[in-house]
């Protein structure tokens, strides 16, 4: 079984194992053609429509390219090790449901990585223990670290991949990274995966263009925006819901919308999962585009200004305090016919911030020619300063106005 | 008003008209943003996921390019005339539906030519009769027929918009054409578009991709297979709709599945087209999903097959009768448990064609520098000879099997 | 041992190999970074300045691609030859002279072919017998034929290298191929080379791109008129030096103008090698800047007219005794104030000629999946057809031109 | 008059003007296709061969496309200013010569920003006064200043377009930049150019992409050591030359081998601009191939070296007094047989430096949407902070070694 996939990204994808090609083709992994990787960014940025799948597909073709390299260059990984590295990077994001930030603030209270964790033990339960290599290198509890590194810290191939991939779709070429030459330049010393000095120009100019990507396309604001406008519409939906209105939605949405479940409902209720796993983009789209006839005049408006792209303003603040708040909500009450219980669904107060680097997590490391590793930021005379440890924090308010 | 848009295809895309701004924040044009250009062709190529709304402004980019450039080269064009062909092409698919291949051939029997025009001239009668001079060069009444070749013909910027998108997003690069270098090489003569000599061989490369990218891409086997497995699935839920059975759908999808509507009635009844506005891909995909639990058999196996793309096999064949035929009818039959009457559903025998160039449409001519004009067939050493006229017919069947 | 080189084509190129980096490191080969792969192009398209030495390491890289691809398939190629196959696509072009074209008909009446063979010889002499096998390889006398196929047939990874080379300097998006395809598509039966049923279209497009290049690229009518004009000053230069007049030359070039040398002199006199290996594009052009100041006035004048780009006139004709060319040649004689002698170097007819695929040669054939091995021309629906098999002839003169 | 050129990193450069054509086919200006705009780079990457007049051509595009953004805008540009700043971008590098910086260092001590002036005057002259108003600009002595920042400050085209082109050529993804963008977001406040505020990461990425390709490309050890190399060998043919003994030389090359001349001398000796207008890469290179023959030692050893790329060893050091720096000389001399008088050629000490942006020079300025401008380092949480304000410093030896 040889299946050759064509990626706009990467040229081709190959695939060339059975357990993964099964994987692959599974329900669990198919459905992520039917979620978009970008969520509702495409409001702002038209081709960046692509989905959750072809972003899993594309990290697992670098997790191919980087584990090719490192065996290369004499880095014992045996047949077992790879399939498993592969898996694991493949299914990383397997628990994310549609718009999954505005989705895990509002109806579905449990967050994806807890979710793709019980999604891969219920495959690897599925298929009868041949995930548990895959799950042990996610959770790192693995004996070989570099290889979790590979799947999960500041340099993964999920990175590589997004930004990657997320520059392409949206043709913001400050997200362009090039990450060929990273990859070409990974080395594991001491079970840490490090970067040859020859590539610190390369780390620099991935940190940097995440950083922009942050700014520029993430945390744009029109993108906050929309996800926020949809936080508004499905917490007025599941209000509605609760209180007995008749609310359309796909049995699928209706599960969650009439009922607040926790991450232990999930352990001991089968139906959670499932009817998790038959959510998407679709039950999403499909019930926004009803309610926007629905007689509740805040779920209609709301549903149809997301719908049409008329959106809220998003404005930055100096900080929480900021003297401007006072007069606009004023201004949106008396919009609302000075109905100030509205003001709830009109109105967020917020903060939103990204780090460049973090000094915490799984660091970036230097391997220098005459054996010395340091990290990233001990390295003289690099773009990653302390000054950029700090993380930018930005206060901003979204609000409904003409 | 100065708007930017990000496409990562032709570059920044910018819209300085206020009329053009309007009709782009229309319902009608921003419900094109949930409507994949390529249907269901991203179950061969991932990444061709983008819409209908950016092949839109796609398009209407090349038109500003190609006017900019004959304007340059003194063509009389007037500012009136520039936005009443920016907004023919801007409009020109506005009558797409989901999946409109398949859509077309089941619940909704009105091709979406014959919409685009209804719904323009509803767009025309809300904006005061602004887009008249567009409708009028959209179906070539207007007195300029370049203007009208520019918008529709073997060489209009619709055609090197989608070649140039469609392979961008599948990463097939057989279908990479020069569109700069064609729009470069366009002028007009005695009110005919034509291309100037030294273009003669960025349009033979134009033409070949487009055939390349037919028999590669849009009719690929896999694409035919799911496009024909939509075909069963629709006509399968209308029949148990129509015999009362509850089939779930938004309001919209069901409108079109609880009756059959001809142009006619989309002429004499405003909900046809209010409804069919209302409908795109998330309509059917959400109604799949609920589909694959129903309890026909054959409704609920043909959506689960298409959304977990377990899909037909398809076979092409010599000719209409090949041998082989009945062989797979037998075995198929056999593997539904001896139930002909299924066959229909699981069953299809068809055949698809498509011309690398057409003698009869629009056709390409070149002017030399000699000033004489001749069409591409006629002439000397091209690679459009007589032999490439002759549409290329493909008979096929396509049929389950495991 | 391992060198990365950054190749803005196709990425990174690695060598890994002990022999080939010695081979790389050698003067015979570093003297090809100072020999352009497209000659005089450059006047036409200014990026086509990359040289010899870009190609060669660049066929070296989708040699090593395919290979790669094909053990993957199965088919057995031993280390040793890897490493021959690989030294003999990175040596086949090593017996380019400067500007080739023009000074095989001038100056080195010895064809490249010819002189690669040798050239390898000497290497392989230097180099204790260790190219030995890639000798056998080039020269086909190996018995695995499909390796030499690989370097030498109609679909050798020296063509893939040169269209995608020559198209991404050039900027000609014309001869754009779809090399990754291709190559995934490679597999070997019989000891023949084949590419498997799916990657036909890739090879249609491969084979129109191929014409395309050379119809708008590689026998441009201002790149014939420059080695044509190039010929006339070699010649020229010659004469003059032959005579016993000055001729400002380096050493090396000073050798070929002062003498005839043919190709038995370069296998029994060693200087003819040994001077030929030191001559490039920067003795001829130097030498160029020098004689447009010689008190000869038809090497002056034709030397200027080539150095800033005065070109003559190139007229495609209908045949060889087209009526026109009687009056060209009359005004050509009236602006030479009457003198005909002066003909010979400002006025020339001659034929140039394509084939987009010939019947002849090492052939492409298709593999079926019914295991049916066809040759591409008998595929039915192929543009490859009967028709382009004929090559294309073009007459046409070259001529001075105020 | 209109002339299309194919370039592969902005599509096609369009030339309409008479008098902008005519300066493009002047010998001064064509000679700039002899001249490689990165030197001797093209040692590290193979595809940095592009030309002076390929970087002039580019840039002449990118300041046409700017002109037509601001006039869109309704910034005043009248066609005279629009033809002065074109002309004055087209010729701002005129006066560089072949392997500029090893030039300007060795046999021609006049910096090319003198040489560039000299020449355009040159050419004004001949052309009757027609680029007087392009001189104006360039000087800085125009009444509008913005043109003048549009030729040269820290976000001139000229910097667009050598970054967005070398990174091209020597494929460093790096380098790559979104100059698209940036001429997007161009205005004129009060004769400056600003850049409006959602163009800050535009900008933020352009800086960095500049630090990243000087370190990376421009500075690179390899190029660092062939440039002085080659001021090692110029050194040493010129002191033969004087001691009169026969050095090869073209003419043009052997008038500044046999003779020092000053700024002073260019004024008034005619021969001197003469020479240096016959003067390109190809008298330098022929040369040192002749050289590599000659019988003094160094100059036929470093020759050699330099045309084998057989190259010195740079190594960064902390300080100029590092310890190990007598360490190496010492074993340089033993290698040399103890002869310290070889040293001066075969062991160089010196500093490189480069400022990601600085304080001084012609400053970036954002316009924020309530009117204000600030200069970039300004700005709140960019990362053009102070600490990117300090030049970076890096001291390296660069000696002989096997």
Known sequence: MRKIINDPVHGFITIEDDLIFELVSHPAFQRLRRIKQMALAFLVYPGAVHTRLHHALGAYHLMHRAIEELK????????????GVKIAILLHD???GPFSHALEHTIVDVNHEQLSLMIMEQLNHEMKG?????????????????LHQLVSSQLDVD??????????????????????RIIKMLTVINDELVVEEKGIHSIEKFLIARRLMYWQVYLHKTVLSSELMLVHILKRAKELRIQG????????????LS??????????????LQNFLAMDDYDMVASLKVWRLH????LSDLSGRLLDRRLFKVKFLTDSNAPEIADIKSKIIYELN???????????????????????????????????????TKVENTLISEGLLVPIKKHYICYFAH
Chains 1, 2, 3, 4 share one sequence.
């Open 94 to 96: 397997i628990g994310h």
């Open 72 to 83: 290369q260059k004499g880095i014992a990984i045996s047949a077992e090790e790879e399939q």
């Open 259 to 272: 009922n607040p479940f926790s991450f232990e409902d999930f352990k001991t209720n089968p139906a959670c």
């Open 130 to 146: 041949r995930l548990s290599l895959a799950i042990a290198i996610f959770t790192n509890q693995y004996s070989k670290h570099f």
């Open 245 to 256: 209105q008749p609310v359309f939605a796909t049995p699928f949405l209706d599960f969650f």
């Open 338 to 376: 000075g109905d100030d219980s509205l003001l709830a669904y009109y109105f967020t107060q917020d903060v939103t911030s990204n780090s460049t680097y973090s000094a915490g997590d799984e660091k970036i490391k230097i391997l220098f020619k005459t054996g010395e590793i340091k990290e990233i």
């Open 295 to 298: 007689e509740d005049p805040i």
């Open 159 to 180: 990175r590589l991949d997004y930004l990657a991939r997320d520059s392409f779709f949206t043709g913001v070429s400050e997200g362009v990274i090039g990450y060929d």
